[in-house]
């Protein structure tokens, strides 16, 4: 399914109406917003394991403090190898500048790129480019680079399959008991032979060989991918990647049956369980035997089909039994054990299991049974204030003649190219340069909305962003331009102390009566009056120290004064 994703910020930036009527105050101004020291962080090549921090510096080059809202660093996908160091919400001084931290640690040899975006008050997002390459040690998988669903697939078929050795199956059973499972030699430090059968955990020691072995402890060898449904002949049938000591009883329950959830166990032992046809190894060995099938599939194909069969999940629906390995691969991960393993087997048959080296391969192959091609994914986000909920009301103002503005951001949060269109519901002249963009994964684009009145307004509308196989994103706008009015009505109204401690006098000089309304800086109404005499006392001791915006109106005009309260 294809789906939108809107990822709204949480912080709250409501625009005032208002703020387009600061440009009457030639001794206040909001500057021009924030600029960076770079429009692109990147970390050239790490390899996996490895890590490295890139500093974006932002600087406020106007004269009042800039708040920085939110610091979005988009994560989806494999892009989670980004992070965000300390907090992401700060205020920035006038002439002042701060450090946003980014680290970068690969886990996939791929090319990454993503998107940072700073969130403003009044001024909207700001996008930084953030990119990497994540690398391999070594060469063995070099020719996996940024590879990704059927063409990994196939790189990795290719790479297993070439230099590889067939020991044939008595030689490989006697590795196979001898060195590579035997837990004298491989890591577990036992004083003697011994080897634990997988699926029942038996012991069997003090053997001198492998016959003594089958014969005294009553153990056989396993094919986890069964012999009958294409493990009969070499290679396959001597790769010690899905060979395993086991229990002579367990193996012939086990047959040639699919692993899966057991719903109704008929037969268990050790923790593994058989019922319905179904087998379900016990957990020690669920992460081995999910990395030993689905290397199978890559080197050899899904024979029989034997990884499409539907077997129950731990919630007892009916799934591929390749989806189940993939959860059992992930919930039991690789242990040293296992990496001694592979590098023993790798020792004799001269490759490797992929899914223990790089367990994520898996994340970057969406199927083993069938061609692999990712589902296409067309989403957007962008930065947008939210409140209670829902995307918050961008309001927008002036006096008549002035022009303010606004950057939208948004990022291609999908998998695909996302090609948008951008309209209101009303019809309101938003003044963006272009209403068609295209935005590629992993990549920004930045609509800058430029609204002016020639005449006085009220206007309601929603701005509608819209593409192919994404819900529409809408946005509600306001817009309120107001007339100047006469003059004489700015010089004729005083405001002091300012700033000040929240108690103040307005002096009108032949302008009263008039009306009052005091905004805080998100455009929300704090308090208003009549003001019927030439000097009037006004208290605001009981909020918080910030910047409020007094707005004084009669049928002379209008007039907007900005009050810091300290």
């Not at 700001?126 to 990704?148: R, W």
């Not at 179904?278 to 992460?287: H, M, S, Y």
């Not at 963006?432 to 963009?437: D, G």
């Not at 009549?530 to 002379?556: C, D, K, Q």
Request: proline share 4%; hydrophobic share 35%.
């Amino acid at each position: 399914m294809l789906t939108a994703v809107i990822l709204p910020t949480i912080m709250c930036v409501n625009r005032s109406v208002l703020f387009g009527l600061l440009g009457l105050i030639s001794s206040f101004s909001f500057g021009q917003g924030l600029e960076f020291s770079t429009t692109s962080l990147d970390f050239g090549s790490l390899q996996k394991g490895q890590s490295d921090s890139l500093q974006l510096t932002c600087y406020n080059r106007g004269e009042s403090p800039i708040q920085v809202l939110d610091v979005n660093l988009y994560s989806q996908s494999l892009n989670k190898d980004f992070k965000l160091i300390a907090d992401t919400a700060f205020t920035l001084a006038a002439d002042d500048s701060a450090a946003i931290w980014v680290k970068f640690k690969p886990v996939h040899n791929i090319n990454y790129n993503t998107e940072l975006v700073v969130l403003c008050e009044y001024y909207g997002a700001y996008s930084i480019d953030v990119k990497g390459i994540g690398t391999y040690p070594g060469t063995y998988y070099s020719s996996t680079q940024n590879l990704s669903e059927q063409a990994l697939k196939d790189a990795l078929k290719t790479k297993l399959n070439t230099g590889a050795i067939a020991l044939g199956y008595n030689t490989g059973r006697d590795w196979l008991y001898m060195t590579i499972d035997n837990q004298q030699f491989n890591g577990e430090g036992a004083s003697q032979n011994r080897i634990e059968t997988a699926y029942t955990g038996r012991v069997v020691e003090g053997y001198v060989n492998r016959s003594a072995a089958q014969t005294n402890g009553n153990v056989n060898t396993e094919h986890t991918w069964p012999q009958s449904l294409g493990a009969s002949s070499d290679p396959a049938n001597s790769d010690l990647f899905h060979l395993y000591v086991v229990d002579a009883s367990a193996n012939s329950v086990r047959s040639n049956n699919p692993f899966g959830h057991v719903l109704s166990a008929t037969w268990q032992n050790g923790g593994s369980l058989y019922g319905g046809g179904i087998f379900e190894p016990r957990d020690a060995q669920k992460g081995k035997t999910a990395r030993s099938m689905l290397y199978f599939a890559t080197r050899y194909g899904n024979s029989s089909n034997f990884l499409s069969v539907q077997v129950p999940n731990a919630n007892g629906q009916f799934v591929t039994q390749e989806q189940v390995l993939r959860q059992w691969a992930a919930q039991f991960p690789v242990n040293t054990i296992d990496s001694i393993r592979n590098e023993k087997i790798f020792g004799l048959q001269k490759n490797r299991n992929p899914y223990i080296d790089h367990p994520e391969f898996l994340e970057r192959i969406t199927t083993l049974s069938t061609n692999s091609v990712a589902a296409t994914v067309r989403s957007i986000s962008v930065n947008l204030p939210e409140q209670n909920g829902s995307i918050a009301k961008l309001s927008f103002g002036g006096t008549v003649g002035d022009t303010v503005s606004y950057n939208l951001v948004i990022t291609s949060a999908g998998n695909a190219a996302q090609n948008l269109t951008l309209s209101t519901s009303n019809g309101a002249n938003l003044g963006w340069a272009q209403s068609a963009v295209s935005v590629n994964p992993g990549e920004s684009v930045t609509i800058e909305l430029k609204i002016s009145r020639s005449q006085q307004v009220h206007e309601e509308d929603t701005i509608v962003i819209s593409g192919f196989g994404i819900t529409s994103l809408r946005i509600p706008v306001q817009v309120d331009f107001f007339s100047t009015g006469l003059n004489s009505l700015v010089k004729e109204v005083t405001l002091y102390p300012n700033p000040g401690q929240g108690v103040f006098q307005i002096a009108l000089e032949n302008a009263y009566p008039a009306e009052m309304e005091i905004f805080d800086s998100r455009g929300v109404k704090v308090k208003s009056a009549v003001l019927n005499t030439p000097l009037n006392e006004i208290r605001l001791s009981e909020l918080y120290a910030g910047v409020y915006f007094v707005r004084i109106w009669n049928e002379h005009g209008n007039v907007l004064i900005p009050y810091v309260l300290k």
